[in-house]
């Protein structure tokens, strides 16, 4: 659905495209590099509004958050479109696709609410692709939810620009932030993008008191140095604060990078071990089945708190409080 953009100015015969980091400058006509938004007749239209490409009830853990209602389950869609060119993209069907090519299903904020409701999801979640290409749509929709008493999440890269941010914000529960590494050649080389952008943004969803987790999908050969791993876990330490939940995850071969192999288990642990050893609370390894990674414990004692098998809770000792039963450790999770 075609709907008059937000956050633009006119440049001369052009339009400065202000919803993400890319800022883009674009001529009568033309689209910018996510290609969800055209400047038409000198006004600047976002052309996935309510254009859902995806929809699924999920459970939160998939996002991934770990210490967000554990266990409930989270209306899920998706668009078209994406700011970043990631060369291992899981969703480059849809990321790298544009509205000509990929049937979409029209689904207004009103109907995904009310569906929302009806699947008796605790959430919603902007996710599958940037959240960020249909900002109007996820700000409209993140209003009516919480007249519902429905939380909202975004699945993000984190490259949206900083007036977005402003505006979305008070709107927003949660994010998951994919921090993809520690150095602007890796985002240059593998995203098209840069770092820094994504680190302030990082910093102000945590100033702005939205609950917050990192995932790092760790890619052999390119952010699995000691050094890489080591400048990300500082700056969770540093700059945001050990209670973050952080999510290393294993890569699989996948879309231009499929001759990279899948991330040693070795690495994971090492990443693990970094993480714990620089007082990181609550830590995480995820794409490794019937381990203990995926599992909450008490950063104090030890004790088993959340117990899950792949994206399910099999056990969870929190619901009715957030202190561990052990020791009474207040833990960092919304219940």
């Known amino acids: 659905m075609k709907r008059e953009a937000m956050l633009y100015d006119k440049v001369g015969k052009t339009l400065n495209c202000k919803i993400c980091q890319r800022r883009c400058i674009i001529s009568e006509g033309n689209r910018g590099f996510c290609t969800m938004r055209e400047n038409d007749g000198g006004k600047l239209y976002t052309l ?36 970043f060119r990631c060369k291992y993209c ?7 696709a544009d509205l000509e090519t990929v049937p979409t299903n029209d689904i207004p904020p009103e109907r995904a609410v009310e569906l929302a409701k009806e699947y008796g999801c605790r959430s919603i979640s902007w996710t599958y692709n940037e959240p960020t290409m ?28 900083e007036e977005a941010l402003e505006l979305l914000a008070p709107h927003l529960d949660a994010a998951n932030v994919d921090l993809k590494g520690m150095s602007d050649r890796f985002y240059s080389e593998l995203c098209d993008a840069r770092l820094q952008p994504v680190l302030d943004n990082i910093k ?31 700056f969770m330490a540093d700059e945001v604060g050990v209670e973050v939940p952080l999510h290393f995850t294993r890569f699989f071969p996948h879309y231009q990078m499929q001759d990279v192999p899948p991330t040693e288990i070795q690495t994971l642990e090492k990443a693990y071990k970094m993480a714990k050893e620089a007082d990181m609370k609550y830590v995480y390894v995820g794409n490794v089945p019937h381990t203990d990674g995926e599992n909450t414990r008490c950063p104090e004692c030890g004790e088993l708190l959340i117990e899950r098998d792949g994206f399910q809770v099999v056990d969870e000792k929190l619901e009715k409080t957030r202190k561990c039963p052990s020791c009474g450790t207040e833990i960092d999770i919304v219940t």
Not at 50 to 79: C, N, Q, R
Not at 214 to 234: F, H, Q, R, V
Request: overall charge negative; hydrophobic content about 35%; aromatic content about 12%.
């Open 48 to 83: 996935n509004y309510a254009a859902a490409s995806s929809v699924a009830v999920d459970p939160i853990e998939k996002k991934p958050l770990f210490h967000f209602y554990p266990g409930s389950t989270s209306f899920s869609l998706g668009t078209l479109g994406c700011n």
């Open 90 to 96: 899981q969703n480059w069907t849809i990321s790298q």
């Open 134 to 161: 249909w900002f109007e749509y996820t700000l409209d929709s993140a209003k009516l939810a919480h007249k519902e008493d429905i939380k909202t999440v975004y699945v993000t890269n984190g490259y949206m620009s």
């Open 204 to 234: 102000r969803m945590h100033e702005a008191k939205i609950h917050l987790e990192i995932t790092n999908l760790i890619i052999p050969g390119y952010n699995d140095s000691e050094e890489d791993l080591k400048a990300l876990i500082n």
